[in-house]
C-alpha cells in the first residue's frame, strides 16, 4: 500500500466507524501520546533502561501503526498530499545527503 492509499483508507475508517476526526490540536496531542510509547519501548527495550516486565509484552510495530495513523489523520484534515511530500522530501534528502553519509567517520 502506497501513502496515498494509506490516507484513503484511513478516511475511509474515520467516515466508517468514526463520527469526525479529531480537532487538529487533539489529533497533535494524540501523535505525542503515541510517541512517548514509542520512545518508552525503545529506551527500554534497545536503550539503558531496564524493561519493566508490564512492557515486556508492548508491541513496537503496533505502537509505530498508531503512530503513522494519526500522522496520516493530520494529513487528511490539513490537505496534504503525504504522497507527494514524501516524495519531495526523499529528493531533497538524496541530492543533499547523497555523500554525506558516506563521509562520516562516526559512521565507519
Keep these: 500500500m502506497?501513502?496515498?492509499?494509506?490516507?484513503?483508507?484511513v478516511d475511509n475508517w474515520i467516515q466508517q466507524h468514526g463520527v469526525r476526526?479529531?480537532?487538529?490540536?487533539?489529533?497533535m496531542a494524540q501523535l505525542t501520546e503515541e510517541v512517548g510509547e514509542v520512545a518508552r519501548i525503545i529506551a527500554r527495550r534497545?536503550?539503558?533502561?531496564?524493561?519493566?516486565e508490564s512492557d515486556?509484552?508492548?508491541?513496537?510495530?503496533?505502537?509505530?501503526?498508531d503512530v503513522l495513523f494519526v500522522v496520516l489523520c493530520l494529513a487528511n484534515q490539513t490537505g496534504i498530499d503525504l504522497q507527494d511530500a514524501f516524495d519531495k522530501k526523499m529528493?531533497?534528502?538524496?541530492k543533499r545527503d547523497h555523500d554525506r553519509h558516506h563521509n562520516n567517520p562516526k559512521l565507519k
Aim: charged fraction near 35%.
Design 46 to 52: 534497545y536503550g539503558e533502561q531496564s524493561e519493566k
Design 56 to 65: 515486556k509484552d508492548k508491541d513496537l510495530g503496533e505502537e509505530l501503526a
Design 91 to 94: 529528493e531533497i534528502k538524496t
Design 21 to 27: 476526526y479529531f480537532n487538529e490540536l487533539t489529533n
Design 2 to 9: 502506497n501513502i496515498k492509499n494509506a490516507q484513503q483508507t
